[in-house]
């Protein structure tokens, strides 16, 4: 999920294919992580959440994989349809009781017919 | 719920002038967050308030940027001058407060300093 400049990275995925999603954090002290997913013109959405404890959650059609080793974070979307076009964000609380939520750059979901 | 309401949703104004930009948070969040989204700087934290009171405003870009939370159900982010770099998306979020983090946002407002 990391961008460069104006560019956000872009994922392309054929219809009813399953989508991966990456992101790479820095903070080892965070202990709270969340997917949003932005469409055009609108404010982010929240998708799904996860709690360092844990290292999997799932939800309807989502999936989110949490590796403290690595410092990283994945939203898998099963059988991608149109509507998942958006742009996707990975998002932390840097925990120690800050209630602040640091979004990353994001990453461009494109569905191919 | 209605959700946050943010006004207004397009802002078009002249370098130097004044700018505020309005937010009504879920009614019960205690926690409110204004964030700016840009193409080269994606979605910066600027301030955020729990039960009114601002606790981190590190990301206010500077003097000219001002927010207040005058009560549970209003919020203000006021640029004074307004300059062009200003231009960006300003959103405002709420949440349940401590320990329920997820933030609903509002549709934003689009600001343009020309």
């Known amino acids: 999920g990391e961008s460069v400049g104006l560019h956000l990275p872009t994922l392309s995925v054929q219809e009813g294919d399953n989508s991966i999603i990456n992101c790479a954090y820095s903070n080892s002290a965070s202990d709270y992580f969340i997917w949003y997913k932005q469409e055009s013109g609108k404010g982010p959405q929240f998708i799904i959440d996860i709690r360092s404890n844990m290292d999997k959650r799932q939800g309807q059609r989502v999936t989110v994989l949490l590796n403290k080793t690595v410092k990283h974070l994945s939203l898998q979307i099963a059988a991608t349809q149109p509507g998942d076009s958006a742009v996707y964000f990975c998002a932390e609380n840097p925990g120690n009781r800050d209630d602040k939520i640091i979004f990353g750059k994001g990453t461009r979901l494109h569905i191919l017919p | ?114």
């Open chain 2, 1 to 114: 719920d209605a959700g946050v309401i943010q006004s207004p949703r397009h802002e078009v104004t002249e370098m130097g002038q004044e700018v505020t930009l309005r937010c009504k948070p879920i009614s019960g969040h205690n926690s409110l967050f204004w964030y700016r989204q840009t193409m080269m700087r994606g979605l910066e934290l600027l301030i955020y308030f729990n039960n009114n009171v601002p606790i981190d405003d590190s990301g206010m870009p500077e003097d000219r940027f001002s927010a207040k939370m005058p009560n549970a159900s209003f919020s203000t982010l006021k640029i004074q001058p307004s300059e062009p770099r200003d231009s960006a998306v300003y959103f405002c979020a709420s949440s349940g407060g401590p320990g329920a983090n997820v933030l609903t946002f509002g549709a934003g407002s689009r600001l343009t300093v020309l």
